[in-house]
């Protein structure tokens, strides 16, 4: 099946410390792509992988689960982690919950944690109807595009398959469960006007991670695909500040620690 255009995988060879970007549930890189443009640019190595399933039509993503989805970050991660001395994970959505995963399973492989408008929890009345009304009901409504900047949009799915949704919600369960076990220093943007993305799912993750070094970030003028809205420079700025205080030398144009 073809991949649509922009959802195209990205890699590029940079420097010593590297970055993996996760896009999130129905989405595919193009949500993350200026991000990881923006990163490439500065000499840092980047991993930008579509995830099993998106990216093409969502038939195809009501064939996969999350351990499928896990499984190709997971691969990605240990790709990088041959490749550079400092790693870090980061993700939108679904994908911050791929992140903060990523981060409690591999421990000091990974130096630091960025999530945009990370996801924790199916929720409302249907998530208690998945398990059934998935046999009964193919899709539902799609969630792409949940923007503010005029002009911009997301390449995603419209519509949600409800078995993969049902595997998210499984997901998230797994993750809220290993929270406690993320140690590394964590920086989260959020958009208090999210039409997918409660507030309560960034309260949820702040308050159960063990990290000792948190920043939290305010997008006021951003809905929930902030990586493609009016506070996207603002991410890449504060990610790229985030990354070369922990790993010292990184974020000048063109350089990275070890390019």
Request: glycine content about 10%; charged content about 20%; proline content about 7%.
């Amino acid at each position: 099946m073809p991949v649509l255009p922009g959802a195209e995988p990205f890699r590029h060879e940079g420097g010593e410390v590297g970055v993996l970007l996760c896009h999130g549930f129905t989405g595919c890189p193009q949500s993350l792509r200026p991000w990881a443009d923006r990163l490439a640019e500065r000499g840092l190595t980047v991993s930008l992988p579509l995830l099993p399933g998106h990216g093409t039509r969502w038939e195809d993503l009501q064939l996969t689960g999350w351990p499928d989805w896990y499984a190709e970050v997971d691969r990605e991660l240990r790709a990088l982690r041959e490749r550079c001395a400092r790693v870090f994970v980061a993700g939108l959505s679904m994908g911050g919950a791929l992140a903060l995963r990523l981060a409690a399973r591999h421990g000091a492989a990974v130096d630091g944690v960025v999530v945009v408008n990370p996801a924790n929890k199916v929720h409302g009345l249907s998530a208690y109807a998945l398990p059934v009304a998935r046999h009964l009901v193919r899709t539902t409504k799609g969630i792409a595009s949940d923007i503010a900047k005029p002009g911009a949009t997301e390449v995603g799915y419209d519509r949600v398959p409800l078995h993969a949704a049902h595997s998210l919600r499984a997901f998230f369960r797994v993750v809220d469960r290993e929270l406690p076990q993320v140690t590394q220093p964590l920086l989260l943007l959020r958009s208090p006007q999210d039409h997918v993305v409660p507030p309560a799912d960034s309260a949820r993750i702040l308050s159960r991670v063990s990290s000792t070094d948190v920043t939290e970030i305010v997008l006021e003028q951003s809905y929930h695909v902030a990586t493609l809205d009016l506070d996207a420079d603002r991410i890449f700025e504060e990610s790229l500040s985030f990354i070369a205080r922990i790993a010292p030398g990184v974020g000048k144009e063109g350089t990275a620690v070890g390019g």
